[in-house]
């Protein structure tokens, strides 16, 4: 058997999210990249997902390009998955972050990760 290699956590420079085939495990996206693609995909969906962590509830934000088929973790300058204590914070920056959100809609997902 051959071996296996963990995929990166890397943040995708918006220039490659392009060249991105669909089907792809999911990118991340650094807040300095999320507004760029924000702009370059106007046709952005939002989803706030649930996740239970050892400390409590987290919520985590997806981002996904339905003309691409593509989502997109957000994450912090590290690489980590960006995770919110508070819905109403991760909505803050949201709204801050791509102010031209083209639905102004976030769909909230519980108890599991958005299909």
């Known amino acids: 058997m051959g071996s296996r290699t963990k995929p990166s956590r890397t943040p995708v420079s918006p220039l490659t999210l392009a060249k991105s085939c669909p089907g792809e495990e999911m990118q991340s996206l650094e807040k300095k990249d ?3 693609f924000a702009v370059a995909q106007p046709d952005y969906r ?4 649930e ?3 050892s400390d409590g509830r987290r919520w985590e934000l997806i981002i996904e390009s339905p003309s691409t088929g593509q989502r997109f973790t957000v994450v912090t300058s590290l690489g980590k998955t ?3 204590k508070n819905a109403d914070t991760a909505i803050d920056f949201i709204k801050d972050t ?3 959100n083209p639905n102004k809609a976030i769909t909230v997902t519980y108890g599991g990760s958005p299909s």
């Open 34 to 36: 999320l507004a760029v």
């Open 46 to 49: 939002v989803f706030l997902n």
């Open 51 to 53: 996740r239970q962590e």
């Open 82 to 84: 960006r995770l919110f």
């Open 98 to 100: 791509c102010p031209n």
